[in-house]
């Protein structure tokens, strides 16, 4: 609990210390205007939203987007202020960067947005004057890598069907591979045909010198796979339906989400489920935003 405290005493140190700096630090008046009360007081934005977004193969963004605060009409209404801040290991803030913004802007980007690192952002609504409002937070984010190439097989005894599927946390990029003893190290996601349909595996259910990876289903479509208030990840075996998009927990406890484009059906001559679809990845270990 003092960590906590400690950590948002810091938080609120390093707003405070923006503001100071965008006053110049001056505490002088002007008795000229003596006579004109200035407001004490703001209220924040309504709401704050972002999405932690990749182009396929290339750089990570993110996005930020705020309703208005409720005193934006008032005649010393100045605009918003966005600040960022880089968290350590220990989710303490080490370095930020912030910006004032016009009232009529109430959306943000950084892109590229730097993978490997986690950042908290802020906005607060602000005053002619200097007063600004209580601040808006984001959680914990981080950049992300997304391809749109991948495919997994359903398996075939004595094939050479693909099905199993792994990520390299350094490249973000994924790869197919046979169902082997010697791929085991490789594999985060493994699919068979069960009851006429093809399942998603743990790829230790199967076989114990095989990676145990957990699973969730989210929903459908676009709306599911930008989603970044996500479930603990807690089933082994899950049905592939085409849209669904579904959350996976690799052993090392990365977090990659899953969107099904397309399946493939059995057919003579390809006698397994072929399922295409794109993938997002947080290369940062126990980071479930994505």
């Known amino acids: 609990m003092i960590q906590k405290k400690f950590k948002l005493l810091l938080f609120n140190l390093i707003i405070l210390l923006a503001s100071y700096t965008f006053m110049g630090g001056d505490c002088s008046t002007d008795n000229d205007n003596s006579d004109i009360p200035s407001p004490t007081s703001v209220d924040a934005p309504g709401s704050l939203s972002f999405k932690v977004e990749a182009e396929a193969g290339g750089d990570s ?17 100045k605009g918003y202020r966005i600040i ?24 943000h980007a950084i892109n590229p947005l730097q993978r490997g ?4 952002t802020f906005v607060l609504a602000e005053l ?91 929903g459908s479509g676009q ?3 930008d989603e970044t208030d996500l479930p603990e990840a807690d089933e082994t075996i899950l049905l592939v339906e085409n849209g669904n998009v579904y959350l996976l927990e690799t052993q090392e406890g990365y977090y990659v989400k899953v969107w099904i484009k397309s399946i493939d059906p059995p057919v003579i001559g390809h006698n397994y489920y072929t399922v295409h679809f794109d993938y997002k990845l947080q290369p940062i270990q126990g980071l479930r935003v994505l």
């Open 223 to 225: 709306s599911a796979f």
């Open 117 to 120: 690192k986690r950042f908290k």
């Open 128 to 218: 002619n004057n200097g007063t600004k409002s209580d601040s808006l937070e984001t959680e914990i984010y981080a950049g992300i890598y997304y391809n749109i190439d991948g495919v997994i097989d359903s398996y075939v005894p004595n094939s050479s069907t693909m099905s199993g599927f792994g990520w390299n946390i350094s490249t973000g990029v994924g790869n197919p591979y046979a169902y082997t003893q010697g791929n085991a190290p490789l594999i985060d996601l493994h699919m068979e045909e069960t009851r006429e349909a093809p399942y998603f595996y743990s790829p230790k259910v199967f076989g114990e010198n095989f990676k145990l990876t957990r699973m969730k289903l989210l």
């Open 61 to 77: 963004k993110v996005t930020f987007s705020w309703t208005a605060s409720p005193d934006e009409n008032v005649s010393d209404f």
């Open 84 to 107: 960022t801040v880089e968290l350590d290991s220990d989710d303490n803030p080490s370095t930020f960067q912030e910006q004032a913004l016009d009232k009529a802007i109430k959306t």
